[in-house]
């Protein structure tokens, strides 16, 4: 019901038509658009949306970002891993070619001290490998790769760039079996370098030896090199054996017990070299064959003048 000279509000307030706002809204974008690509009025807008929106744009960007950085952080792990496996594998085999190299090595320097030992000995000599120890766990052996076909024979002494390391006690067709100087079995003649004073060193087993049979207070240091005394016509004059490394001088004991070190490598190298046979001496003029003129036992006959 309206009152008389008031009319009364409309329910919905009305505004221009919609077709009247499309065709205001198109005409301000199309100058807007004009305007700016002509004469670059919206730049300063343009700016000033771009940096409000930039925080909003990173944070919307860290996830996108914190994915990629963790799928990269995998693959480098991936690689580091297959990387150290492959250093891991290089660097064992670079150690294998070190270790072999350093053998090498070492074994060309006692090959050469042996040639070299070889050629100041006045007799000829064989170079031989040890192959292996002799089965017996008492005795002091070991089995080189030279026999029978290679001029080797019972006898023969064996020594190293050092000195005397045993003697060969049989022989087979391709190897042949060395006493070494430490076996319980096995005596040398020696001669105590500093004087002359001559003993008889045997081996006691463990990797040492012992000088017999000289009296407590006979004329021996710790630290005398004893060589050989090549009196029992098996090994040359003046090769080194062993260095006296502990005197025990009892006075209840008529001999004193002196502890030898053998100073060639008896326990520990591998290659050897086998010396020939002595060379015999020449006879004596005593000894001299007998002839027509000078039968045996040295006198010399004299011809009956004819007449």
């Known amino acids: 019901m309206s009152v008389a000279g008031h009319v009364p509000p409309p329910f919905f307030k009305r505004g221009p038509a919609p077709l ?4 205001f809204f198109v ?5 807007l658009l004009i305007a700016d690509l002509r004469f670059h009025t919206l730049e300063w807008a343009r700016l000033a ?3 409000v929106a930039w925080p909003l744009q990173r944070v919307t960007w860290m996830p996108i970002d914190a994915a990629g950085d963790f799928g990269a952080y995998l693959a480098r792990q991936s690689a580091l891993l297959k990387e150290n496996q492959e250093l891991r594998r290089r660097q064992l085999e670079a150690a294998n070619l070190l270790l072999r190299q350093q053998h090498l090595e070492q074994e060309n320097l006692r090959l050469r001290a042996l040639l070299d030992m070889r050629a100041r000995l006045p007799v000829e000599g064989r170079i031989a490998e040890i192959l292996y120890a002799a089965r017996d766990p008492f005795s002091r052996r070991v089995i080189i790769d030279k026999g029978s076909q290679h001029g080797i024979a019972g006898g023969q002494a064996v020594v190293d760039e050092v000195g005397v390391i045993g003697q060969v006690v049989r022989v087979f067709p391709l190897t042949a079996e060395v006493l070494l100087l430490t076996d319980k079995d096995q005596a040398i003649p020696v001669e105590v370098q500093r004087n002359g004073l001559r003993a008889v060193l045997a081996g006691v087993g463990a990797g040492m030896m012992e000088l017999r049979f000289l009296a ?3 004329e021996v240091q710790v630290g005398d090199v004893l060589v050989t005394s090549g009196l029992d016509g098996v090994y ?7 260095k006296v490394v502990k005197i025990d001088r009892d006075s209840s004991y008529s001999f004193a017990r002196i502890t030898c070190a053998p100073l060639a490598g008896v326990e520990r190298h591998g290659l050897t070299l086998v010396l020939g046979a002595r060379t015999a001496l020449p006879p004596q003029p ?3 064959p007998a002839t027509p003129e000078r039968p045996a036992g040295g006198k010399r006959v004299k011809k009956k003048a004819k007449p």
């Open 27 to 31: 005409s301000l974008s199309l100058i």
């Open 286 to 288: 005593d000894d001299a």
């Open 49 to 51: 949306v771009a940096t």
């Open 216 to 218: 407590s207070n006979a």
């Open 236 to 242: 040359l004059r003046g090769l080194p054996v062993a």
């Open 20 to 23: 009247v706002r499309l065709a």
